[in-house]
């Protein structure tokens, strides 16, 4: 099992390098430059000489190099300087965003605590809903529950979030007024007051990425649950006379969830990626409003610097995914 | 006279009102929304109205503009002028007296070494400067006495109080910026993020294009002054998100530039939580007709340039035709609500420079079919179109992807087709369009289309570098990369001599007639473009914000010393 994991760990060096060319050079191909947000008063002499300052006209092999760099030498010193208050990173130029001249990681490091809680939050009440939903809805299959719960979680996997956030927002924060309709990143918690604000502005949104989570991983189960029910050892475990909850919670459930499990895990990125329609509507400004406002503003550090980490997130939560597999299923395992 | 009592009476605390509040940090948190989110709070490496509209809470320059687009002090004592001998006689040179006992926000003095520094910020040959316009002609500036500091320009200067005013170039603390000069200016996060003001707020906190938090600034030279203890600016969503969470459910304070639908406008304001604020500066939404040929035919870097005439667009007839066939209030109204008007001139602000022209608001169809007639093109196949030497009267339009401005292109659409011209219309991303890509053949310089829309302004009150841009030399193409302002190459040798007689001329006058005849020219006169729409930043307030003046001419922020709560 080591030996796998340390294969597979030495392959993902060579992939994310291509990963990393990729990216950088799609993002930097893409039409767009960061001159579109100069206004147009300031004159053309000195907007040209602003781009040049900022690098944007060096050729991009050489940039990508030293993002390269940046990314796999300066921003690791630099975080450890973070951590253990030292200097190793000191005057090294770090990977710079080009809209607020700072270094992206900062901004990255400020915004990870809202997307984890808010997108977080909402897969994994999603995922914590979505058990009994399949396990329901599995047991009867045609019965009233699993039409009832069949109809949500179809409304919750076609609806997209762009739409059921906006629909929430105007009409549980703007029109009734229940909920903030912007979220306040600077809010701490350190009472009952101010739990029950940091609760009440997260309530929308993780609201609505639950009830899409949710469905999706719920019709994962439903669907497991279905195959293993009818197979021999539960036919036996019935015989024996076993009660139905402990039949389904300790013969049918384990089984169902190894390749739910799998699904939970490869969709872990994408916490990190963050939601960035919801974000937006909300006023969460993670890491997903970060990367659309990056986009707009043609601010290509940004953008390369987070699409790459969520690449790094997806080989490795697909690393784990194998992982947790071999681990719940001992046929891979002795296989 | 019982009456007059009781109403003099009513009037006394009205006369009173701000005196109650006159106590520093006693109305409590002032909420800010901006939907574009403030990523810097440094003038001089922004640029960006939002970067400076923020940073405008604690940097001052040292005169302001008012909502007229006149000079008021702010750090200077008094405006100088060649009265108060503040301008020298020869007009090369202005000298500014600092208010006395001027404090930083860290308590130590403020003095003319701060303004000599921060010159030789902006101009430092290493930096890139975004508003190195504003210190354009300056020689030298140099301390006199700690309080007094002289300006030397290379030529007489009709304008001499460009450098140090606005919001756009305020002073900075030399102390907290000496090692942020030239190249290193972009790595000093920390400085330009909390920058040491003079202004009635310090930065708290300020997280890159999230939220900025605030507090009162104790050492602000009004001791009654700013009324907040606190200011939130939150940044993020969208325009409409941002009026609503001020005029629907009020849990903001004051939204910047909310420009949204107006039948959105009318619905919000009807609840009554707030109001919009209109400044109308020099924001003008025009078209730009191409007076060279854009066809894909002609060889690269010769297509769009003025070696090729544009075979439809250089005959002013068509020109003419083209404008008159389009209904501006139409276009104000349904675009843009209170926050439009009709215009037919360029320089629409300040008062003393807009030309009274209203020759192009009134549509005329018929009269726009009669000029395309004697200009020779006619519909000889009954398609609709017009044609001339078998060449149909085609034309591209293009803009950016931009809600409103695809409702307006659609409306133009028509009443061009209506008149017998065929309209292919095309969005490009404002983020190409603007991005200025000498690479990108849809950036709005290299203006590969016949027509095309957006809207521009320019930095100040005095608009003469603005007509400056409109000169035979300044028409982009492959030799300044694509990089100057003269977008629809227009060219013509009176309007260059009479810009030339501007750029001598000094007495006010003058100089307003003269801005004012440049601009006909370009527009009514020779129709090279056709402003459509006076745009105003419209921002909502809500009835609890007291104080609040929209100047146009300034950042928004500028006076929120003034602002207070409404009990």
Known sequence: MRRYIARRLLISVPTLLVISAVVFLVVDLAPGSPASQIPQTIPAEVRARIIEQMGVNEPALWRYLLWLRQVFMIEPLAALDATFGTAMAEGQARITSWQSRGPVMEVIAERLPQTLAVVGGGYLLGAVLALPIGIVAALRPG???????????????????????????????????????????????????????????????????????????????????????????????????????????????????????????????TVFGGAIVTETIFKVNGIGAALIGAIRASDLPMVQTIVFLFAVLVVLCNLIADVLYAALDPRLRHG | ??????????????????????????????????????????????????????????????????????????????????????????????????????????????????????????????????????????????????????????????????????????????????????????????????????????????????????????????????????????????????????????????????????????????????????????????????????????PEGTRSTPRHPHPILSDLRVRRALSLAIDRGVLADLGYGSAGRPVCNLIPAPAEYASADTSCLTQDLAAAKALLDQAGWQDQDGDGVREKDGRPLALTFQTTVNPIRQDVQALVKSWWSEIGVSVTLRQIDAGVFFGSDPASPDTHQKFYADVQMYASEWDGTDPEPYLAQLTCDRIPGPENQWQAENIGRFCDPAFDAALARLQQSIAPDERAALIRALDTMVTTGQMALLPLVHRGRLSARANSLGGVVAGPWDAELSRAAEWYRIK
């Open chain 1, 143 to 269: 019965g009233l529950w699993d039409r009832g719960l069949g109809l949500v979680t179809l409304l919750g996997v076609s609806l997209p979030t762009f739409l059921t956030a906006a629909l929430v927002s105007l009409l549980f924060a703007a029109r009734l007024g229940w909920f903030p309709t912007a979220y306040d990143t600077t809010l701490r918690v350190t009472d009952w007051a101010s739990l029950g604000q940091q609760v009440r502005q997260m309530a929308l949104p993780v609201g609505v990425l639950a009830l899409a989570n949710a469905a999706v991983i719920g019709r994962y189960l439903r669907a497991a649950m279905q195959e293993v029910l009818p197979q021999d050892h539960v036919r036996a475990a019935r015989a024996r006379g076993l009660s139905e909850m402990r039949v389904v919670l300790v013969h049918v459930l384990p089984n169902a969830l190894i390749p739910v499990v799998t699904v939970i895990a490869l969709g872990l990125p």
């Open chain 2, 1 to 298: 006279m019982i009456r007059m009592t009781a109403l003099l009476g009513l009037m006394i605390p009205v006369a009173f009102a701000p005196a109650a509040h006159a106590q520093r940090g006693s109305d409590g948190t002032l909420r800010l929304i901006y939907h574009q989110a403030v990523s810097i709070l440094n003038p001089y490496l922004s640029g960006g109205t939002k970067d400076i509209d923020a940073a405008s809470l604690m940097l001052e320059p040292l005169a302001g503009f008012d909502e007229n687009g006149h000079l008021v002090p702010r750090l200077a004592e008094a405006v100088p002028t060649v009265e108060n001998g503040g301008v020298a006689a020869d007009r090369r040179s202005v000298t500014w007296r600092l208010r006395p006992d001027l404090r930083w926000s860290d308590g130590s003095p403020v003095t003319a070494e701060d303004v000599v520094f921060t010159h030789s910020y902006c101009t430092h040959p290493e930096g890139a400067c975004a508003q190195l316009a504003k210190f354009a002609g300056v020689t030298a500036v140099e301390a006199v006495d700690p309080l007094t500091v002289r300006v030397s320009f290379d030529a007489p200067k009709a304008n001499p109080w460009i450098a140090f005013t606005g919001a756009s170039a305020p002073i900075l603390q030399k102390a907290q910026f000496a090692a942020c000069l030239g190249a290193a200016a972009a790595s000093c996060s920390e400085q330009n993020f909390a920058p040491i003001g003079t202004g009635p707020f310090v930065v708290q906190e300020f997280r890159v294009n999230d939220v900025a938090t605030f507090a009162a600034n104790p050492h602000y030279r009004d001791p009654a002054r700013p009324a907040f203890a606190e200011v939130v600016l939150k940044g993020g969503g969208d325009a409409e998100g941002a009026a609503r969470a001020v005029l629907e459910t009020g849990e903001f304070d004051y939204a910047w530039n909310t420009l949204i639908p107006p039948p959105l406008q009318a619905e919000l304001t009807t609840i009554g939580k707030g109001n919009f604020v209109t400044g109308f500066g020099g924001l003008v939404e025009r078209i730009v007709l191409n007076l060279t040929d854009p066809s894909p035919d002609l």
